[in-house]
């Protein structure tokens, strides 16, 4: 699995980075930090030069064994840092002007462009609570358009996050059925660690709904705790199908959640709503011969509004004060034509 970090030297990027690291990255996969230079912008501040940031990458990195760090070439192709002290271990590119493009906009389409399949960063970078983004959705502005258009799985790392390799960490998982929310609950089952993590299984939906979800979604977890030791809960919640509902009721998993120093409130970033008729979703008139790894390209209704969140997920993103997990296989495509194909496409 290739992760992404865009790190920025501040407090939250380092944790993200940290997150990484210790708790979601398993011995072989690549991790990618991807840093995005705009001088001035900041003042001064000799913490946030290339060079003192480079040193303190590599002192983070110290601890990343069994990874594979990677960096970008001019050119478009990878290498891997043949040592953790090298000063390629990061890609770095610099916004030369105000008008060029945002800085938001080059990370989302630096985690395209590098088939990325997992985006990590803080829920704000070094504006932190200031920024008139954070004021309207309680992310920064590189954090609320990564949850919208990123072509691939986004963690989001709020204030209060805590990363202790010696600590459990709880993934508390929303299902609702459909194909996004089934690929959060096999994230969390690929990342939760050996006779240490937690799996919650919170089943959303009507009473005829909810049974054949938690059927499937307790063996998925049976396996798991078979092959891994996971400790693991199925909660079913029988749901109306009202949006409302759907987004006040997950307040209370949002609030274990934030009372926990290293959890993540995970969900799909469409909802079964959304991909009624598709195929994708379990538990309704899904086709059975309908292959787990199919392309979502056609996931979204032909009504359903320009976006690849769905409403559950806008009520995560906006209400939930915990750090997130939004998961989106990798193969979708956002509506607005987002995902870029060459490196040389990149400022």
Same mark, same amino acid.
């Given at each position: 699995?290739?992760?992404?970090?865009?790190?920025?030297?501040?407090?939250?990027?380092?944790?993200?980075?940290?997150?990484?690291?210790? +708790? =979601?990255?398993?011995?072989?996969? @690549?991790?990618?930090?991807?840093?995005?230079?705009?001088?001035?912008?900041?003042?001064?501040?000799?913490?946030?030069?290339?060079?003192?940031? @480079?040193?303190?990458?590599?002192?983070?990195?110290?601890?990343?064994?069994?990874?594979?760090?990677?960096?970008?070439?001019?050119?478009?192709?990878?290498?891997?840092?043949?040592?953790?002290?090298?000063?390629?271990?990061?890609?770095?590119?610099?916004?030369?002007?105000?008008?060029?493009?945002?800085?938001?906009?080059?990370?989302?389409?630096?985690?395209?462009?590098?088939?990325?399949?997992?985006?990590?960063?803080?829920?704000?970078?070094?504006?932190?609570?200031?920024?008139?983004?954070?004021?309207?959705?309680?992310?920064?502005?590189?954090?609320?358009?990564?949850?919208?258009?990123?072509?691939?799985?986004?963690?989001?790392?709020?204030?209060?996050?805590?990363?202790?390799?010696?600590?459990?960490?709880?993934?508390?998982?929303?299902?609702?059925?459909?194909?996004?929310?089934?690929?959060?609950?096999? =994230?969390?089952?690929?990342?939760?660690?050996?006779?240490?993590?937690?799996?919650?299984?919170?089943?959303?939906?009507?009473?005829?709904?909810?049974?054949?979800?938690?059927?499937?979604?307790?063996?998925?977890?049976?396996? +798991?705790?078979?092959?891994?030791?996971?400790?693991?809960?199925?909660?079913?919640?029988?749901?109306?199908?009202?949006?409302?509902?759907?987004?006040?009721?997950?307040?209370?998993?949002?609030? @274990?959640?934030?009372?926990?120093?290293?959890?993540?409130? +995970?969900?799909?970033?469409?909802?079964?709503?959304?991909?009624?008729?598709?195929? @994708?979703?379990?538990?309704?008139?899904?086709?059975?011969?309908?292959?787990?790894?199919?392309?979502?390209?056609?996931?979204?209704?032909?009504?359903?509004?320009?976006?690849?969140?769905?409403?559950?997920?806008?009520?995560?993103?906006?209400?939930?004060?915990?750090?997130?997990?939004?998961?989106?296989?990798?193969?979708?495509?956002?509506?607005?034509?987002?995902?870029?194909?060459?490196?040389?496409?990149?400022?």
């Amino acid at each position: 699995m290739r992760f992404l970090v865009a790190w920025d030297g501040s407090e939250l990027s380092t944790v993200a980075l940290r997150a990484t690291i210790h +708790v =979601l990255a398993r011995p072989g996969d @690549q991790l990618l930090v991807y840093h995005v230079r705009s001088p001035g912008r900041y003042g001064a501040s000799e913490e946030f030069e290339l060079e003192k940031l @480079q040193a303190r990458l590599a002192q983070e990195l110290q601890d990343a064994e069994g990874l594979n760090i990677l960096s970008q070439r001019k050119s478009g192709e990878m290498d891997e840092a043949a040592q953790v002290d090298s000063r390629s271990l990061m890609t770095v590119h610099q916004k030369e002007k105000a008008e060029a493009m945002k800085i938001s906009r080059m990370i989302v389409n630096f985690a395209a462009c590098t088939n990325a399949d997992v985006l990590v960063m803080g829920s704000t970078g070094r504006k932190e609570t200031n920024s008139e983004c954070f004021q309207r959705t309680t992310l920064g502005s590189s954090a609320h358009l990564a949850a919208l258009e990123a072509p691939c799985s986004v963690v989001l790392i709020r204030p209060g996050c805590r990363v202790d390799p010696k600590l459990a960490t709880v993934f508390m998982v929303a299902v609702d059925g459909s194909y996004h929310s089934q690929y959060a609950l096999q =994230l969390c089952s690929e990342w939760a660690r050996p006779d240490k993590d937690e799996i919650v299984c919170r089943v959303f939906g009507p009473a005829e709904f909810t049974e054949p979800v938690e059927r499937l979604c307790t063996d998925q977890l049976q396996a +798991v705790m078979r092959d891994k030791k996971v400790e693991y809960a199925v909660i079913p919640t029988e749901l109306d199908e009202s949006a409302d509902v759907h987004g006040d009721d997950m307040s209370d998993a949002a609030q @274990q959640c934030r009372f926990r120093q290293q959890a993540f409130l +995970v969900f799909g970033a469409r909802g079964r709503r959304a991909e009624t008729g598709t195929g @994708q979703q379990i538990g309704g008139e899904a086709s059975p011969s309908s292959p787990a790894g199919s392309p979502l390209s056609s996931c979204a209704s032909p009504s359903a509004t320009p976006t690849t969140l769905g409403h559950v997920a806008r009520w995560c993103i906006k209400e939930a004060q915990c750090s997130l997990i939004i998961a989106r296989p990798r193969i979708w495509q956002s509506p607005t034509g987002l995902v870029i194909l060459r490196a040389a496409s990149l400022p």
